[in-house]
């Protein structure tokens, strides 16, 4: 079965590339040749030019070029950003700036160059088609399930987390003068699809039939850029990424494989319009509106909720603050309906260390009690936990809050290391199926090959404190090794 899995995606990832480069064929032959300048050396043919081999061969030479060190993945011609400098070195780090939800970064330029886009010769087109292939494999002292370890649920086996591939053109944000506009299409396949599955898109592969590989198309939007908006206002109009957060369901937005307690429950997707105006370098507000955490608009758990974030940079760009009122409506008790107020910080110490914290407090109202101590309990959603509440209680409300840790060491651009320190008190049990606190601490080196292949491996301990709540409620301990790789095309 497992094979068969591998062999699924691999062939479909092969046939989405095939059917690319026929794309790529109508406007310029995949063969095409060029007329060069004359060699330097007489005698001594030139080596063929990048136009003159075919679609594997530039694709070879753009990772032999990366591996040893002669490419940069990215544009020279791309130009300067617009706004304070970049605080960190991307890689090794997911992202040089940091980070903010719900908007492409405005003022930043597009000079990405992919392995994929080099071999069909349209790097310098504006659309761009790229993704990634991340396998993982662990070790735990669980048998049964890692939960709430994540992505990494299942104990003791080697798993195709993640095969993603990327359709977007980002819109203009470095100039000031004419609108613009972009558009990003996601297609996501793997084990990790149970933490991104958003109810009405899919969702029955996980809701129904707990399917351990699953398919989700988890960003499908247009952004709209009105650069005469104070610095510049980005429109996104569809489904993307919960706004606030250090981490992301991307595995190459993460610092780690494995993700935190803090943001394993949290909220994953959102379905609306979100607008994010830079009124200056160092200030951004964001507002906006959806159907609701993880549902699609056409379902009935769908709710008219509002979200609202302020982010703040220090004129030395060293620190960051992000605060978020992430979907807030009346806080009843539907699929994934949180209420989630959200607080990150990041701290930059020097040139090679720099420190990521987030918290965040969260609750539903109304929730149904599943402690099996009163008579004719409310149902439960399909996929929607219930509480654990007071004796006698039919509903009640069940809050949550954690904190989470994270920081990075920069050795050089190719190498890093990563602490996360997290605790989670899951007070009703709402999120987990356990009422108790939780912690884990994490310890990863991340190296790079070039810019295309990352590895990442690490040792986790978790605990929960007031129950049995690993491995199914039989231990309050758990020790994993876990590591992943990162190829991206």
């Known amino acids: 079965m497992m094979r068969a899995k591998w062999k699924s995606a691999l062939c479909a990832a092969t046939a989405a590339i095939c059917f690319l480069v026929g794309l790529s064929g109508s406007a310029q032959s995949v063969t095409e040749t060029v007329t060069d300048e004359p060699s330097s050396s007489p005698g001594i043919p030139d080596a063929p030019s990048t136009k003159q081999r075919n679609f594997a061969e530039?694709?070879?030479?753009?990772?032999?070029?990366?591996?040893?060190?002669?490419?940069?993945?990215?544009?020279?011609?791309?130009?300067?950003?617009?706004?304070?400098?970049?605080?960190?070195?991307?890689?090794?780090?997911?992202?040089?700036?940091?980070?903010?939800?719900?908007?492409?970064?405005?003022?930043?330029?597009?000079?990405?160059?992919?392995?994929?886009?080099?071999?069909?010769?349209?790097?310098?087109?504006?659309?761009?088609?790229?993704?990634?292939?991340?396998?993982?494999?662990?070790?735990?002292?669980?048998?049964?399930?890692?939960?709430?370890?994540?992505?990494?649920?299942?104990?003791?086996?080697l798993e195709l987390d993640q095969a993603v591939i990327y359709i977007e053109r980002l819109a203009d944000t470095v100039q000031t003068k004419h609108f613009d506009w972009g558009y990003h299409i996601t297609a996501f396949y793997g084990t990790d699809y149970r933490f991104t599955t958003a109810k009405g898109y899919f969702s029955q592969q996980l809701l129904l039939f707990n399917r351990q590989y699953g398919f989700d198309p988890v960003m499908e939007?247009?952004?709209?850029?009105?650069?005469?908006?104070?610095?510049?206002?980005?429109?996104?109009?569809?489904?993307?990424?919960?706004?606030?957060?250090?981490?992301?369901?991307?595995?190459?937005n993460n610092y780690m494989f494995t993700h935190s307690l803090l943001y394993t429950i949290d909220p994953?997707?959102?379905?609306?319009?979100?607008?994010?105006?830079?009124?200056?370098?160092?200030?951004?507000?964001?507002?906006?509106?959806?159907?609701?955490?993880?549902?699609?608009?056409?379902?009935?758990?769908?709710?008219?909720?509002?979200?609202?974030?302020?982010?703040y940079t220090t004129a030395s760009g060293n620190d960051n603050l992000y605060g978020c009122a992430n979907g807030i409506n009346?806080?009843?008790?539907?699929?994934?309906?949180?209420?989630h107020y959200d607080l990150t910080w990041y701290h930059k110490f020097n040139k090679s260390w720099h420190t990521a914290t987030e918290a965040w407090y969260m609750y539903e109202r109304d929730v149904p009690n599943v402690a099996g101590n009163v008579e004719n309990p409310v149902p439960t959603e399909i996929g929607a936990n219930g509480a654990f509440?007071?004796?006698?209680?039919?509903?009640?409300?069940?809050?949550?809050?954690?904190?989470?840790?994270?920081?990075?060491?920069?050795?050089?651009?190719?190498?890093?290391?990563?602490?996360?320190?997290?605790?989670?008190?899951?007070?009703?049990?709402?999120?987990?199926g356990y009422a108790t606190k939780y912690s884990e601490n994490?310890?990863?080196?991340?190296?790079?090959?070039?810019?295309?292949?990352?590895?990442?491996?690490?040792?986790?301990?978790?605990?929960?404190?007031?129950?049995?709540?690993?491995?199914?409620?039989?231990?309050?301990?758990?020790?994993?090794?876990a590591a992943d790789l990162i190829y991206k095309f």
């Not at 650069?227 to 990424?241: E, K, L, T, Y």
């Not at 609306?272 to 056409?298: C, E, Y």
């Not at 292949?453 to 309050?476: M, Q, T, V």
């Open 58 to 157: 530039r694709w070879a030479k753009f990772y032999t070029d990366d591996w040893s060190g002669q490419s940069t993945g990215s544009s020279d011609s791309a130009p300067q950003k617009r706004g304070l400098p970049a605080p960190l070195d991307s890689p090794p780090f997911p992202n040089s700036d940091w980070s903010y939800g719900g908007s492409q970064d405005i003022g930043a330029p597009d000079g990405n160059v992919y392995p994929l886009m080099k071999a069909l010769n349209h790097e310098k087109s504006r659309t761009k088609v790229y993704g990634w292939i991340e396998p993982g494999l662990n070790f735990s002292t669980s048998s049964k399930n890692n939960f709430p370890d994540s992505y990494t649920v299942f104990p003791n086996r």
């Open 221 to 252: 939007y247009v952004d709209l850029y009105f650069p005469r908006v104070a610095q510049g206002m980005d429109v996104r109009m569809g489904r993307f990424i919960s706004v606030p957060g250090i981490e992301a369901q991307l595995a190459p």
């Open 268 to 311: 994953f997707t959102d379905t609306g319009i979100m607008s994010t105006i830079k009124l200056n370098k160092r200030w951004l507000v964001q507002a906006g509106f959806s159907a609701g955490h993880d549902v699609a608009p056409w379902t009935p758990d769908r709710k008219p909720t509002v979200h609202f974030c302020l982010n």
């Open 330 to 339: 009346d806080g009843k008790y539907a699929y994934n309906n949180l209420q």
């Open 389 to 432: 509440c007071q004796p006698g209680q039919l509903r009640c409300t069940a809050p949550e809050y954690a904190i989470v840790n994270y920081l990075q060491k920069e050795f050089n651009p190719r190498l890093f290391l990563s602490f996360r320190s997290d605790f989670l008190d899951d007070k009703k049990g709402q999120r987990t």
């Open 442 to 481: 994490t310890l990863m080196f991340g190296k790079w090959m070039g810019n295309t292949i990352l590895i990442r491996p690490e040792i986790r301990f978790d605990r929960s404190w007031d129950l049995k709540a690993y491995n199914n409620g039989k231990n309050n301990n758990q020790f994993t090794f």
